[in-house]
């Protein structure tokens, strides 16, 4: 069924940058679109963002439209998530999931990110 | 993209009947069959246990069901276990390509 594992998150400023990554392993990589979620602490899931399988296509929350880009490289089984311009709300866990039509049907065990001066 | 609605909170005791709504609009859950029901422990990442409305994938205990009308959607978990304690969440594929989760629900197994 395979399996996610996210690297990347830290603490961080407002308005500064940071790159999650997304190691997929066990599946056909490059036949599954990949979607990024977040979840703030004691609050529930957020969608964030989409990718088709083959990078062609991708949709994005309005709450992170023009902020966020999501973007992957099928040779190394990688997603990637590049977040710019942090404000305080993005502070969450950030989890990787991958897409089987509808559904996010694996996900890895996310990453936290604190946006914090 | 406004979250799907669903209780905070709901509880029963071993053996009973809940049902969990997932309100939207007839621009998420009201306009297909996309929504699916993800289970939640503390501190663990979310698992599948729904998906297109009433569907389980191998392995959900046949005590979790699902079903729909109109905008709302639900999730019925009959015979609680104890193991069932946990948050559970909503989702809907909408029209513009995009997802919606709901609120999140917190049961309690008493």
């Known amino acids: 069924q395979g399996q996610l594992v996210e690297s990347g998150g830290g603490v961080v400023q407002p308005g500064r940058s940071l790159r999650l990554s997304c190691a997929a392993s066990?599946?056909?990589?490059?036949?599954?679109?990949m979607h990024w979620v977040r979840q703030p602490p004691g609050r529930g899931l957020e969608w964030v963002t989409i990718?088709?399988?083959?990078?062609?296509?991708?949709y994005y929350a309005d709450s992170v439209k023009g902020r966020f880009s999501i973007s992957r490289d099928n040779s190394k089984n990688m997603v990637y998530l590049q977040m710019n311009s942090l404000r305080d709300e993005d502070t969450a866990v950030y989890y990787c999931?991958?897409?089987?039509?509808?559904?996010?049907?694996?996900w890895g065990q996310g990453t936290t990110v604190t946006v914090s001066s | 993209q406004s979250a799907l609605a669903q209780p905070a909170s709901m509880s029963g005791s071993p053996g009973q009947t809940i049902t969990i709504s997932c309100t939207g609009t007839?621009?998420?859950?009201?306009?297909?069959?996309?929504v699916s029901w993800y289970q939640q422990y503390p501190g663990k990442a979310p698992k599948l246990i729904i998906f297109?409305?009433?569907n389980r994938p191998s392995g959900v205990p046949d005590r979790f069901s699902g079903s729909k009308s109109g905008n709302t959607a639900s999730l019925t978990i009959t015979g609680l276990q104890p193991e069932d304690e946990a948050e559970y969440h909503c989702s809907s594929f909408t029209i513009t390509n995009t997802y919606v989760f709901g609120t999140g629900t917190k049961v309690t197994v008493l």
């Open positions: 990718m088709s399988h083959d990078g062609n296509n991708m």
């Open positions: 066990g599946f056909i990589f490059n036949k599954f679109a």
């Open positions: 999931a991958k897409a089987l039509y509808y559904v996010m049907d694996v």
């Open positions: 297109d409305v009433s």
């Open positions: 007839s621009s998420d859950v009201g306009n297909h069959n996309f």
